[in-house]
């Protein structure tokens, strides 16, 4: 029973194409985040949604839009994919509040811009 | 600028000796350091985590230290075995909900276990 999924697992387009991530969790949690792995294996976080509201939001282009349409699921949606937007994206979740940082991380989406 | 650092992109050891990982950061307002393991192919997994009013904290062969005057910490595994292969990360958060719980990860070491 897994805690964080995403789907797809891999995802190859063509610049241009608008693309989307699924994540989902069931662990309860009240927040929930995006991370992007570039090609260097650096772990940056783009997006935080606490109860469906955005609160962390770094400097990623316009072009990736999150939508959290309640606690367990967090999409991103990219527009007009480029490529170096070639990365893997990981998805996570924790409950804040409690004293732990501790994040569970979804198993990744691979995407591939050609 | 990189607030955490892992100047060791990977690591060799013999299994049943000590594994040392390292950690630096430069942000004194991190309050929470955090290990994760990262197996190819798939998300990090929590290893262990450290409060700053603490300078270590053990869970069987894994222990994390932490020297913040140096702005330092490391995990130490001991012994290790073979299964231990893999990237361990760094992490750091400060407190603050307008941190949103954000996490900050340092490029990862690659660990070897050799039986």
């Known amino acids: 029973d897994t805690a964080v999924s995403q789907t797809p697992k891999y995802l190859v387009t063509q610049m241009g194409n608008d693309k989307s991530i699924k994540c989902e969790q069931n662990?309860?949690?009240?927040?929930m985040y995006w991370y992007k792995q570039d090609s260097k294996k650096f772990l940056k976080i783009m997006f935080s949604?606490?109860?469906?509201?955005?609160?962390i939001n770094e400097t990623v282009p316009n072009r990736f839009s999150p939508k959290s349409p309640d606690k367990a699921h967090l999409n991103l949606h990219i527009n007009s994919l480029e490529l170096g937007d070639s990365a893997v994206y990981f998805c996570?979740?924790?409950?804040?509040?409690?004293?732990?940082?501790?994040?569970?991380f979804g198993p990744g989406t691979r995407l591939t811009v050609t | 600028d990189q607030q955490v650092k892992q100047n060791s992109p990977s690591l060799s050891v013999q299994e049943g000796r000590i594994s040392i990982l390292n950690c630096d950061y430069t942000n004194s307002m991190f309050d929470y350091f955090l290990w994760y393991k990262k197996y190819p192919a798939e998300g990090p997994t929590f290893l262990i985590s450290?409060?700053?009013?603490?300078d270590k904290n053990e869970d069987g062969r894994f222990t994390v230290f932490l020297n913040k005057s140096a702005k330092h910490l490391s995990l130490h595994i001991v012994p290790s075995q073979p299964g231990d292969s893999a990237v361990y990360f760094c992490?750091?958060?400060?407190?603050?909900?307008?941190?949103?719980?954000?996490?900050?990860f340092g490029q990862g070491t690659e660990l070897s276990v050799k039986p």
């Open positions: 996570a979740s924790s409950q804040l509040g409690t004293g732990s940082y501790e994040q569970y």
């Open positions: 662990l309860g949690h009240d927040t």
């Open positions: 450290i409060s700053s009013i603490k």
């Open positions: 992490a750091a958060s400060a407190k603050g909900y307008n941190q949103g719980g954000k996490l900050i």
């Open positions: 949604y606490n109860n469906k509201e955005l609160i």
